[in-house]
């Protein structure tokens, strides 16, 4: 399997997903769809990362 | 015209709390974080990385509509520029506005030379179009 090729294309709808989240305004861990970011209207940034503690 | 951002890794939401609250740079921090430890949202967009479980440096803006707009991916050892990331963001807000405008690279912020219906009578005089 490839390691870096982008699955989707632009300009197309992204699949549904979700994901648990840790909220730090709410102190809570809560949950992201993109389901309900349509609902809502919203623009969203999604923005990955190697990993926690370390260098960003 | 509201946005989230939500951070993402292959932590788990656990890892994440415990980041957020012990490292001070992240002390203001107001977005979600995203937990993905399957790796199965990372590698639907591309940035998963079977050799080692981690993600690359991979941002994506998503419209309202769902539809995919803009992706931009870095290997681990550079970092991404905001002010870029922000210019393309303010963009694709500012042409979903104006639908007749395009944004060409030198483009900033609202305000700033866009394009206006390019079409037939543009080409060969983008310079003229830019430049009046």
């Known amino acids: ?56 | 015209m509201g946005c989230d951002i939500v951070t993402v890794s292959t932590d788990t939401q656990f890892s994440h709390l415990a980041w957020q609250r012990s490292e001070k740079e992240l002390a203001n921090v107001k977005y979600q974080m995203g937990a993905d430890p399957t790796g199965k949202v990372s590698r639907m967009f591309g940035v998963y990385d079977e050799d080692t479980g981690l993600d690359l440096r991979g941002t994506f803006i998503i419209n309202p509509e769902g539809k995919l707009l803009n992706t931009e991916m870095n290997f681990y050892n550079l970092g991404r520029n905001i002010d870029e990331m922000m210019r393309k963001f303010k963009a694709n807000i500012y042409m979903s506005k104006k639908t007749n405008e395009v944004c060409p690279s030198k483009w900033k912020d609202e305000g700033d030379k866009t394009l206006v219906d390019p079409g037939a009578k543009m080409v060969g005089k983008v310079h003229e179009a830019l430049n009046t």
């Open chain 1, 1 to 56: 399997m490839s390691d870096t090729c982008t699955v989707l294309k632009l300009g197309q709808i992204v699949p549904d997903f979700e994901l648990t989240t840790y909220d730090p305004v709410k102190g809570d861990f809560g949950k992201f769809s993109l389901r309900d970011q349509i609902a809502r209207e919203r623009w969203c940034i999604l923005f990955f990362y190697p990993a926690d503690f370390t260098f960003v």
